[in-house]
């Protein structure tokens, strides 16, 4: 199974703890995602020292404050890094509005420009942002393989399935009870275009929340995405699988 979106360096576990335990679990390959300069340059040594994680570069909308041509050049640096196999997350955040979002838009923008010119995807987030996450992707991201990470965007799902070119991901709180429209979702997505994810250290699945996450916990969560499927947790593993190496390239 494949983790697509975690961040190693927020869990409380070392990395060499977290990735043993998620070879253990059945987990072959984490994409650990960077948030803004730094802590992108973390995942990246990250991936540097274990052959099963890969690392995502980039700025998170809650970190765009002030983002500047200095930030995007070293993002664009970390982002050839043979490692670095997808630019995010980015996208926008009006749930907090930790940057302003004239901020927020214009690192979107320069990382949807980084992701094109590298041929790499871009991993997005968003919250209380619909409506302009999806018109900007529309109207700029043409071309770009796009991942919309913990996919909650149930009453769009058609309009985000007519792009070819974007995957949609499912973390842990598909498995929570009030998740009846993101496991309907689920359903739905063409096993081509279906990752699943942890976002650890955050959405802990069934049955064990409560407890941090961490990636070795994807395997519970894609254990709903099959049983809602109407897959069995082996067919839904190797189209999982196949759709991470469409998407990242590996």
Same mark, same amino acid.
């Given at each position: 199974?494949?983790?697509?979106?975690?961040?190693?360096?927020?869990?409380?576990?070392?990395?060499?703890?977290?990735?043993?335990?998620?070879?253990?679990?059945?987990?072959?390959?984490?994409?650990?995602?960077?948030?803004?300069?730094?802590?992108?340059?973390?995942?990246?040594?990250?991936?540097?020292?274990?052959?099963?994680?890969?690392?995502?570069?980039?700025?998170?909308?809650?970190?765009?404050?002030?983002?500047?041509?200095?930030?995007?050049?070293?993002?664009?640096? *970390?982002?050839?890094?043979?490692?670095?196999?997808?630019?995010?997350?980015?996208?926008?955040?009006?749930?907090?509005?930790?940057?302003?979002?004239?901020?927020? &838009?214009?690192?979107?923008?320069?990382? !949807?420009?980084?992701?094109?010119?590298?041929?790499?995807?871009?991993?997005?987030?968003?919250?209380?942002?619909?409506?302009?996450?999806?018109?900007?992707?529309?109207?700029?991201?043409?071309?770009?393989?796009?991942?919309?990470?913990?996919?909650?965007?149930?009453?769009?799902?058609?309009?985000?399935?007519?792009?070819?070119?974007?995957?949609?991901?499912?973390?842990?709180?598909?498995?929570?009870?009030?998740?009846?429209? !993101?496991?309907?979702?689920?359903?739905?997505?063409?096993?081509?275009?279906? *990752?699943?994810?942890?976002?650890?250290?955050?959405?802990?699945?069934?049955? *064990?929340?409560?407890?941090?996450?961490?990636?070795?916990?994807?395997?519970?969560?894609?254990?709903?995405?099959?049983?809602?499927?109407?897959?069995?947790? &082996?067919?839904?593993?190797?189209?999982?699988?196949?759709?991470?190496?469409?998407?990242?390239?590996?």
């Amino acid at each position: 199974m494949i983790d697509s979106h975690t961040h190693l360096s927020s869990c409380e576990q070392p990395d060499e703890e977290l990735v043993a335990d998620a070879l253990e679990a059945g987990v072959t390959r984490i994409v650990t995602i960077g948030t803004d300069a730094e802590n992108s340059g973390v995942s990246l040594a990250a991936a540097e020292r274990f052959p099963e994680v890969y690392a995502a570069v980039g700025m998170h909308p809650n970190e765009a404050s002030d983002f500047n041509d200095a930030d995007f050049a070293t993002l664009a640096r *970390l982002a050839e890094h043979p490692r670095c196999v997808a630019i995010g997350e980015t996208g926008l955040d009006y749930y907090r509005d930790y940057a302003p979002r004239s901020d927020q &838009e214009r690192a979107f923008g320069a990382q !949807i420009e980084l992701a094109r010119s590298l041929d790499k995807p871009l991993v997005i987030h968003t919250r209380a942002a619909d409506d302009d996450t999806l018109a900007i992707l529309a109207e700029r991201a043409e071309g770009v393989r796009v991942i919309l990470h913990c996919f909650s965007l149930v009453e769009r799902v058609a309009e985000c399935l007519a792009h070819e070119d974007w995957w949609l991901s499912f973390a842990g709180n598909l498995t929570y009870n009030t998740a009846e429209g !993101i496991r309907a979702a689920a359903a739905l997505v063409p096993a081509e275009r279906l *990752l699943v994810e942890t976002d650890a250290p955050y959405l802990t699945p069934v049955p *064990l929340r409560g407890r941090p996450n961490q990636p070795a916990h994807v395997v519970h969560t894609a254990r709903a995405v099959a049983a809602h499927r109407g897959q069995s947790y &082996e067919e839904l593993e190797a189209a999982v699988e196949r759709s991470a190496a469409a998407v990242f390239g590996w």
